[in-house]
């Protein structure tokens, strides 16, 4: 089965934290969507302990058709069944090998995803006038529970902010898909610059069929996983 209720969220980044409480962690971006508060969930790390890093890729001057799609928008979200969907393999998007491993958190400055994601993050929380399109699925509106990280209500979110298709036999390859890959863009209108962020699993593979499928998957990926999904909605 696909993504559940893909589409992509445009709005304005109220405020954002790493949140480690949780076996999955993610980096948690508080939106605020045409009046409306969304969570944006995004994996920082895997539960493949043979390779916990997230494949990560920033590109800070971003330039593809797609940007006229999503600056038509209004705030808020939009589910997609074509035009403006995402496909890291046939889009022409990242390439994989413009992806590198990135921890979750290490000492030193700018070097882990906590702080790559935080730092665009930090910059579209204090500029009204950067705007933020997160690709995903969304889960809500929840209108009898308060959101875990923010707590605003009714609970509102986007997850699955990454590659989904290309996954191993096993946990997660049921989320294949072609077309409903996530990914993180900023569009700062003062310099009419577009920043993308990519993010994807090591056990996922760009040799992918229609489906989104694994063509030919390697024998040490079978039974391999990550973790991400609904760990996110902690209750």
């Not at 954002?16 to 790390?45: C, K, M, N, W």
Request: glycine share 14%; hydrophobic share 35%.
């Amino acid at each position: 089965m696909p993504i559940r209720n893909y589409g992509v969220l445009k709005g304005r980044v109220l405020h954002g934290i790493p949140e480690h409480r949780l076996r999955t962690p993610h980096y948690e971006i508080l939106v605020d969507a045409g009046g409306i508060r969304f969570r944006v969930a995004v994996d920082t790390r895997s539960m493949d302990r043979g390779s916990p890093d997230l494949l990560f890729f920033c590109d800070e001057d971003f330039r593809h058709p797609l940007t006229g799609d999503l600056e038509a928008l209004d705030d808020g979200f939009h589910p997609l069944g074509g035009g403006a969907r995402l496909d890291y393999v046939r889009g022409g998007f990242v390439r994989r090998e413009q992806m590198q491993p990135l921890p979750l958190d290490r000492p030193g400055r700018d070097n882990d995803l906590n702080e790559k994601v935080g730092h665009w993050v930090e910059i579209a929380a204090s500029d009204r006038g950067v705007a933020l399109y997160a690709f995903g699925g969304r889960w809500g509106p929840e209108p009898q529970r308060r959101d875990a990280v923010f707590g605003f209500l009714p609970g509102n979110g986007l997850h699955d902010v990454h590659m989904n298709q290309g996954n191993p036999p096993g946990r997660h390859a049921h989320d294949n898909g072609a077309g409903q890959d996530g990914a993180l863009f900023f569009h700062l209108q003062r310099e009419n610059r577009w920043i993308a962020l990519f993010l994807a699993f090591q056990s996922q593979s760009w040799e992918a069929d229609g489906g989104g499928h694994t063509l030919e998957p390697h024998p040490d990926d079978l039974g391999r996983f990550h973790g991400y999904g609904q760990s996110h909605r902690r209750r």
